[in-house]
């Protein structure tokens, strides 16, 4: 049986706020480049530029809490 760690509930909300406020961010920053001209096509490419760090970074965070539940 495994014990928690006090605050760990609300550092794992913390960073998963700050992970979709990133994504947000992502979207806002992409409506903005279509508004300025861009193409559909090389916003999309930008925004999974964006985004592949921030899903690497979760998968990370992932991998790392179930570590240590184990």
Do not use: H, Y
């Not at 605050?7 to 706020?17: D, E, L, N, P, V």
Request: charged share 20%; hydrophobic share 40%.
């Amino acid at each position: 049986m495994s014990v928690k760690k006090p605050g760990k509930s609300a550092t794992q909300r913390a960073i998963a706020f700050l992970l979709i406020l990133q994504t947000t961010l992502i979207g806002v920053q992409a409506e903005n480049r279509l508004q300025q001209g861009d193409s559909p096509i090389e916003v999309l490419m930008w925004m999974i530029n964006q985004c592949i760090p921030v899903l690497k970074q979760a998968s990370s965070l992932q991998d790392k809490q179930k570590k240590d539940n184990k």
